[in-house]
């Protein structure tokens, strides 16, 4: 069993990853992209934003699609347009090309995004799709620490233009995993019913589901404190406190082996005190370490020693919160799967971005307006929490 968790979770962790490799190899290039475009830092950061608004959208176009057509056509095509749109976004001489690009790069991304979360719920519910989704952000977690490092060591190597030809790479190598690894889990019977007014019926009940988007609602303000600091921190870290793209990269990596670490810890933690447990606990903790990193800047701290050690026990938390969060979430919908994996990550990224350009609205390349998002972000997730599971008991996760 260990093995063919492991098997299924590294090639869907590697597939899932391969979009957000395209952010976050290509954060300690932000400042460098604007000095050779010519770009200001709210330009540059459009082309971020503009990743997560299209890597939002194409969810909702994958996850029905993937309930009509079977999972690996979307992936398939979904790598495909992401490789074409890489080269472009290498080839760009504008900032603005360069956000049309990315743009279009998001789109493509977004079917790695949708779909695996899909594929863990055909295969699994309860505690061993809380296991596989831990197992899978374990392995996702391989993007947001070595990709930062393996991106400063391609721009050193090359320019900033680098970084897209070695996703362009990544992309290539996913089609040939999912030609050869992946498996069909969404059989021809089960896709009898799927159509175009099917899904519009399914959004359209998961959007009435009051229990379902409270916990999509948590997780996307959990991650949305995430995001934040993915568009603020190389400028923050690189330019304020004068870290080498290398040294950021390492900061960067470290706050995410807290997440995905953490993560590891879900299936004992359901098995011992239930999911919502978990969920309460990992939100609670999480705000209230942010709300302590807010009130330090805002009385004028400015160490990053701080920044650095407050944001990895809150990232430690956020790991207890978003894959159970996701689970909770796909539990009683396995007949629209992709259709329900898709809008909740759709709404994350949307959330995301939308938190992303208000807090943009306040950047100065200072830790505070950063900080202040990001705790914005983990206090609504733990408003909604108590919402939407304060009067449920905590029931242990269930082997499914």
Known sequence: MNSRFFKIALVLGLLSAIGPFAIDMYLPALPAIGQSLGADIGSVQMSLTAFFIALGIGQLFYGPVSDMVGRKPPLFFGLLLFAVASVGCALATDIQTLIALRFVQGLGAAAGMAIPRAVVRDLHTGNDATRLMSL??????????????????????????????????????????????????????????????????????????????????????????????????????????????????????????????????????????????????????????????????????????VLVVLYFIASAFMGLVIPTTSVLALEKHGSIAGTASALLGTLQMLIGAVMMGVVGLFTDGKPLPMVMGMAAGALIAGVLTWATLGKHRAQPCMAG
């Open 136 to 305: 899978l952000m374990l392995v996702f977690s391989v993007s947001p620490i070595l990709a930062p490092l393996v991106g400063s060591a391609v721009i050193a190597v090359t320019n900033w233009r680098g970084v897209f030809w070695a996703v362009t790479l990544a992309a290539l190598a996913g089609l040939a995993m999912i030609a050869t690894m992946v498996k069909e889990t969404r059989p021809a019977e089960e896709r009898v019913e799927s159509n175009l007014g099917s899904a519009l019926r399914a959004y359209a009940l998961l959007l009435r589901d009051g229990h379902y988007m409270g916990l999509v609602l948590i997780g996307s303000f959990a991650m949305a404190g995430f995001f934040i600091y993915l568009a603020n921190s190389p400028f923050v870290m690189i330019d304020h406190y004068g870290l080498s793209p290398t040294l950021y990269s390492v900061a960067f990596g470290i706050n995410a082996a807290a997440f995905f670490g953490a993560a590891q810890l879900n299936s004992a933690l359901c098995e011992r005190f239930g999911i919502v447990r978990v969920v309460k606990a990992g939100v609670s903790a999480c705000g209230l370490v942010m709300l302590a990193m807010f009130s330090y800047y805002l009385a004028g701290g400015d160490r990053l020693s």
